[in-house]
């Protein structure tokens, strides 16, 4: 079994920045990718970024230029350095790991940009 857990999220305003983390544990294989969802009231989850263990990288196109995904396979863990926050990043933002097939969720971490 695997287990994430956030931290990171919190409220600031409008052109500031935070920086998530969410740490592996569990059952972690070598080959995964680790990522970045994000869920606002009445939308859907959709990606916001995600990284493969061996460097690989994705962006949604709303955030490309501001976040950066990073992470430390020593520690099993995947960060989101996010800049230029905007109103519209407010959301739960969930960490995923898929490997081998299944996918593993957080509990989720609020954001919240104040306009």
């Known amino acids: 079994q695997v287990q994430l857990v956030e931290s990171g999220g919190g409220l600031v305003q409008a052109g500031g920045s935070l920086r998530l983390s969410c740490a592996a544990s569990?059952?972690?294989?070598?080959?995964?990718?680790m990522g970045w969802y994000r869920q606002a009231p009445g939308n859907q989850r959709e990606l916001v970024a995600r990284?493969?263990?061996?460097?690989?990288?994705e962006y949604a196109d709303t955030v490309k230029g501001r976040f950066t995904i990073s992470r430390d396979n020593a520690k099993n863990t995947v960060y989101l350095q996010m800049n230029s926050l905007k109103p519209e990043d407010t959301a739960v933002y969930y960490c995923?790991?898929?490997?081998?097939?299944?996918?593993?969720w957080g509990q989720g971490t609020q954001v919240t940009v104040s306009s």
């Open positions: 990284m493969g263990s061996r460097g690989g990288t």
């Open positions: 569990g059952s972690i294989l070598s080959i995964n990718v």
């Open positions: 995923n790991l898929d490997q081998r097939l299944q996918t593993y």
